[in-house]
C-alpha cells in the first residue's frame, strides 16, 4: 500500500474557509501551492480569520486534501498578552504536536510567533524531514527582536533541529551546512518580455507595491516624490496595497494638494498590477528591513529600476548599485540620489534597467519549482 505523502505547514497568515475553499494572503498561497504539489495530504496550522470576505489580495489553495488546524491570534507585546498566551499555550502545543505527528514533512514559515513555538516543538521529532522559510532579514550583522534571533539560532542549530533545510534569502559567510540560499519569485518563463528602452527625461512613473506600514515607510515614499515635484520633475506615484496607514496617508495627499499626482489604489488584483509595473519607470521601497523584496523584484522582471534602502540582501539584488538606486532613509538625501542619477541620462539608466531585468529573470516560478523540488529531494 502507497505510503500518504502529508506537509504540516506552521505560518502566521491568515486563512479564511468560503465554498469549501481555504484562502490566504496571495503571494505566499501562490508560493505554497507549488510546495503542496509534491505531497498527497495537507495540514496547515494557522490562525484562521474572523471573516470570510474574499479580497482581491487573497488566493485560493489549489490541493484537493486539506486539513486545517485553527489556532488563536497571539503576540507578546505586553504582559497581559503574555498571560492570555500562557492560557492559550497547551491547546495551541497539542495542535501542533498532532500536526507534527501525522506528517512526513514540516515546514515552518518564519520569523513568526507561530514558527517560534513550532521550533521548539520540532525538536522533539528528530527523524522527521524539514524545511523552514525564512522571509525575513538574515543578515547576521543586522539588530533584531529576540524572537527572530532566538527562531534564526534554533533552526540552524543542527543539534536541536536535524533534517532542517532552512531557506533564507542572500548569500551569508560562516553559516551552518543546514542554511542556505534560496529566493522566491511571481512570474512564470512565458511572462518574460524583451528589454525595450525607455524615456527617463520627463513623465517620469513610480511605482510603490505593499502593505502601507511604518517598517516600508510609505510616507517616505510619498514624500521623496513631493520633493522631486517641487523640484520641477515632472513625476506621478502609484502605490498597491493597503494597511493601518491608507487613512493617513490619504489625508497627507489631500492636505498638501498631490492629489493630481500621487494615486492609493488599495489591494488591486496582481494580474492588474503587473500590466501597471511594465508602464512604470521606478519602483521604489525604502523598507527598514526586507526579507526578499517581491516588490522591486517584480518591476526588475520588466526593466523597471528599483529604488531601495541597502537592508538585508538588497545590495546583492542590486549589485551594490550596477542594476538599482540604493538610497538612505532620509528625504533630502534619497532625493538628492535620484536627481544625480536621472542627471546621467537615457543612455546610463535603460543600462542600469537592463541589468536590472537581466538578473531578476532568472528568478521564475519554474525555476522556483524545481528549487523546491532539489529541496524536497524528489
Same mark, same amino acid.
Given at each position: 500500500?502507497?505510503?500518504?505523502?502529508?506537509?504540516?505547514?506552521?505560518?502566521?497568515?491568515?486563512?479564511?474557509?468560503?465554498?469549501?475553499? $481555504?484562502?490566504?494572503?496571495?503571494?505566499?498561497?501562490?508560493?505554497?501551492?507549488?510546495?503542496?504539489?509534491? &505531497?498527497?495530504?495537507?495540514?496547515?496550522?494557522?490562525?484562521?480569520?474572523?471573516?470570510?470576505?474574499?479580497?482581491?489580495?487573497?488566493?485560493?489553495?489549489?490541493?484537493?486534501?486539506?486539513?486545517?488546524?485553527?489556532?488563536?491570534?497571539?503576540?507578546?507585546?505586553?504582559?497581559?498578552?503574555?498571560?492570555?498566551?500562557?492560557?492559550?499555550?497547551?491547546?495551541?502545543?497539542?495542535?501542533?504536536?498532532?500536526?507534527?505527528?501525522?506528517?512526513?514533512?514540516?515546514?515552518?514559515?518564519?520569523?513568526?510567533?507561530?514558527?517560534?513555538?513550532?521550533?521548539?516543538?520540532?525538536?522533539?521529532?528528530?527523524?522527521?524531514?524539514?524545511?523552514?522559510?525564512?522571509?525575513?532579514?538574515?543578515?547576521?550583522?543586522?539588530?533584531?527582536? &529576540?524572537?527572530?534571533?532566538?527562531?534564526?539560532?534554533?533552526?540552524?542549530?543542527?543539534?536541536?533541529?536535524?533534517?532542517?533545510?532552512?531557506?533564507?534569502?542572500?548569500?551569508?559567510?560562516?553559516?551552518?551546512?543546514?542554511?542556505?540560499?534560496?529566493?522566491?519569485?511571481?512570474?512564470?518563463?512565458?511572462?518574460?518580455?524583451? $528589454?525595450?528602452?525607455?524615456?527617463?527625461?520627463?513623465?517620469?512613473?513610480?511605482?510603490?507595491?505593499?502593505?502601507?506600514?511604518?517598517?516600508?515607510?510609505?510616507?517616505?515614499?510619498?514624500?521623496?516624490?513631493?520633493?522631486?515635484?517641487?523640484?520641477?520633475?515632472?513625476?506621478?506615484?502609484?502605490?498597491?496595497?493597503?494597511?493601518?496607514?491608507?487613512?493617513?496617508?490619504?489625508?497627507?495627499?489631500?492636505?498638501?494638494?498631490?492629489?493630481?499626482?500621487? &494615486?492609493?489604489?488599495?489591494?488591486?488584483?496582481?494580474?492588474?498590477?503587473?500590466?501597471?509595473?511594465?508602464?512604470?519607470?521606478?519602483?521604489?521601497?525604502?523598507?527598514?528591513?526586507?526579507?526578499?523584496?517581491?516588490?522591486?523584484?517584480?518591476?526588475?522582471? &520588466?526593466?523597471?529600476?528599483?529604488?531601495?534602502?541597502?537592508?538585508?540582501?538588497?545590495?546583492?539584488?542590486?549589485?551594490?548599485?550596477?542594476?538599482?538606486?540604493?538610497?538612505?532613509?532620509?528625504?533630502?538625501?534619497?532625493?538628492?540620489?535620484?536627481?544625480?542619477?536621472?542627471?546621467?541620462?537615457?543612455?546610463?539608466?535603460?543600462?542600469?534597467? $537592463?541589468?536590472?531585468?537581466?538578473?531578476?529573470?532568472?528568478?521564475?516560478?519554474?525555476? $522556483?519549482?524545481?528549487?523546491?523540488?532539489?529541496?524536497?529531494?524528489?
Amino acid at each position: 500500500m502507497k505510503q500518504i505523502r502529508t506537509i504540516a505547514i506552521f505560518t502566521l497568515v491568515e486563512h479564511k474557509n468560503k465554498d469549501g475553499k $481555504f484562502y490566504g494572503y496571495g503571494p505566499y498561497v501562490k508560493e505554497i501551492n507549488i510546495w503542496t504539489r509534491y &505531497f498527497d495530504k495537507v495540514i496547515i496550522v494557522a490562525p484562521k480569520s474572523d471573516d470570510n470576505v474574499i479580497e482581491a489580495i487573497d488566493l485560493a489553495y489549489l490541493h484537493h486534501n486539506i486539513e486545517f488546524k485553527s489556532i488563536p491570534h497571539f503576540n507578546i507585546k505586553s504582559i497581559t498578552n503574555l498571560f492570555k498566551l500562557g492560557i492559550k499555550l497547551p491547546a495551541i502545543a497539542l495542535k501542533m504536536i498532532s500536526a507534527m505527528r501525522k506528517s512526513n514533512h514540516l515546514h515552518f514559515r518564519s520569523p513568526s510567533n507561530v514558527a517560534a513555538i513550532a521550533s521548539v516543538l520540532q525538536i522533539f521529532f528528530p527523524s522527521k524531514k524539514k524545511t523552514v522559510k525564512y522571509a525575513g532579514n538574515w543578515d547576521p550583522k543586522s539588530r533584531q527582536p &529576540f524572537g527572530y534571533r532566538f527562531q534564526k539560532w534554533l533552526f540552524s542549530n543542527t543539534s536541536l533541529s536535524k533534517n532542517m533545510k532552512v531557506l533564507v534569502y542572500g548569500e551569508w559567510q560562516k553559516q551552518s551546512h543546514n542554511v542556505l540560499p534560496f529566493f522566491t519569485a511571481s512570474f512564470n518563463e512565458v511572462d518574460k518580455i524583451d $528589454f525595450l528602452n525607455k524615456d527617463y527625461s520627463s513623465a517620469l512613473k513610480f511605482i510603490y507595491l505593499g502593505a502601507l506600514v511604518e517598517g516600508k515607510q510609505p510616507l517616505l515614499v510619498i514624500q521623496i516624490v513631493e520633493q522631486l515635484l517641487k523640484n520641477h520633475l515632472e513625476v506621478e506615484l502609484h502605490m498597491y496595497g493597503y494597511g493601518k496607514l491608507y487613512q493617513p496617508l490619504q489625508d497627507y495627499i489631500t492636505s498638501k494638494k498631490l492629489t493630481s499626482a500621487i &494615486f492609493l489604489h488599495g489591494n488591486k488584483p496582481f494580474n492588474d498590477i503587473k500590466e501597471e509595473i511594465k508602464k512604470a519607470h521606478f519602483t521604489i521601497l525604502p523598507s527598514k528591513s526586507e526579507g526578499w523584496p517581491k516588490a522591486l523584484a517584480e518591476g526588475m522582471f &520588466f526593466g523597471v529600476i528599483p529604488v531601495a534602502t541597502a537592508v538585508s540582501c538588497i545590495p546583492w539584488m542590486l549589485d551594490n548599485g550596477k542594476r538599482g538606486i540604493l538610497i538612505a532613509s532620509e528625504l533630502n538625501s534619497a532625493v538628492a540620489k535620484i536627481e544625480e542619477e536621472l542627471k546621467r541620462g537615457n543612455s546610463h539608466l535603460n543600462s542600469v534597467a $537592463f541589468k536590472a531585468q537581466n538578473w531578476a529573470q532568472q528568478f521564475t516560478l519554474d525555476s $522556483f519549482e524545481e528549487g523546491v523540488r532539489q529541496v524536497l529531494e524528489v
